[in-house]
T-cell receptor, first 113, second 112 residues
Framework: SQQGEEDPQALSIQEGENATMNCSYK?????LQWYRQNSGRGLVHLIL?????REKHSGRLRVTLDTSKKSSSLLITASRAADTASYFC?????????????FGKGTTLSVSS | SQTIHQWPATLVQPVGSPLSLECTVE??????LYWYRQAAGRGLQLLFY??????ISSEVPQNLSASRPQDRQFILSSKKLLLSDSGFYLC???????????FGNGTRLTVT
């Protein structure tokens, strides 16, 4: 079952603009992670934010987490054509056999020069 | 450093044929291992995960199965493929259940 849902499904911007993607989830979490996927490739981990953190930065990436609203956002500042990819949020789900990450459907970002 | 190998990169199989996809991890011990499937334009669906040898948790029983014969080897299998099994299969590993995942390059499976 899907835990996180990204919004919007698709986003088209110009180089230099900021891109904001949102993620909502349903159950309590220990952490939330964001990943990037270039077309036809595996996913690459971008950033992890723990449930007791509200904001985290990594280079041009800024992630916020609001556990009261069960939502997170990923902001990419000063976007570049190379940022064109799909972006996914993932939340941990604890099961009887261990913990696994559940992914949303992703946001497809297109940055044009 | 750790690396993950997944093969083959692409596969075209007829309906009813068997399937075996292999994934191996190097440079770490006792990793958590995962199989995900991604349909065209969709998100990732968790299929199986394993926290140790012989320990497999199934999320989507259907006609797929997974095995972990060695600590760093994870195999996805099917005895008879269905058209609906087509998709992009991704293997991943992590140090713990809450750690970042490291993905392989995926296998594009087309069932005809």
């Amino acid at each position: 079952s899907q835990q996180g849902e990204e919004d919007p499904q698709a986003l088209s911007i110009q180089e230099g603009e900021n891109a904001t993607m949102n993620c909502s989830y349903k159950t309590s979490i220990n952490n939330l992670q964001w990943y990037r996927q270039n077309s036809g490739r595996g996913l690459v981990h971008l950033i992890l934010i723990r449930s007791n953190e509200r904001e985290k930065h990594s280079g041009r990436l800024r992630v916020t987490l609001d556990t009261s609203k069960k939502s997170s956002s990923l902001l990419i500042t000063a976007s570049r054509a190379a940022d064109t990819a799909s972006y996914f949020c993932a939340t941990d789900r604890v099961g009887q056999a261990g913990t696994a990450l559940i992914f949303g459907k992703g946001t497809t970002l297109s940055v044009s020069s | 450093s750790q690396t993950i190998h997944q093969w083959p990169a692409t596969l075209v199989q007829p309906v009813g044929s068997p399937l075996s996809l292999e994934c191996t991890v190097e440079g770490t011990s006792n990793p958590n291992l995962y199989w995900y499937r991604q349909a065209a334009g969709r998100g990732l669906q968790l299929l199986f995960y394993s926290v140790g040898i012989g320990q497999i948790s199934s999320e989507v029983p259907q006609n797929l199965s997974a095995s972990r014969p060695q600590d760093r080897q994870f195999i996805l299998s099917s005895k008879k493929l269905l058209l609906s099994d087509s998709g992009f299969y991704l293997c991943a590993w992590s140090e713990t259940g809450n750690s970042p995942l490291h993905f392989g390059n995926g296998t594009r499976l087309t069932v005809t």
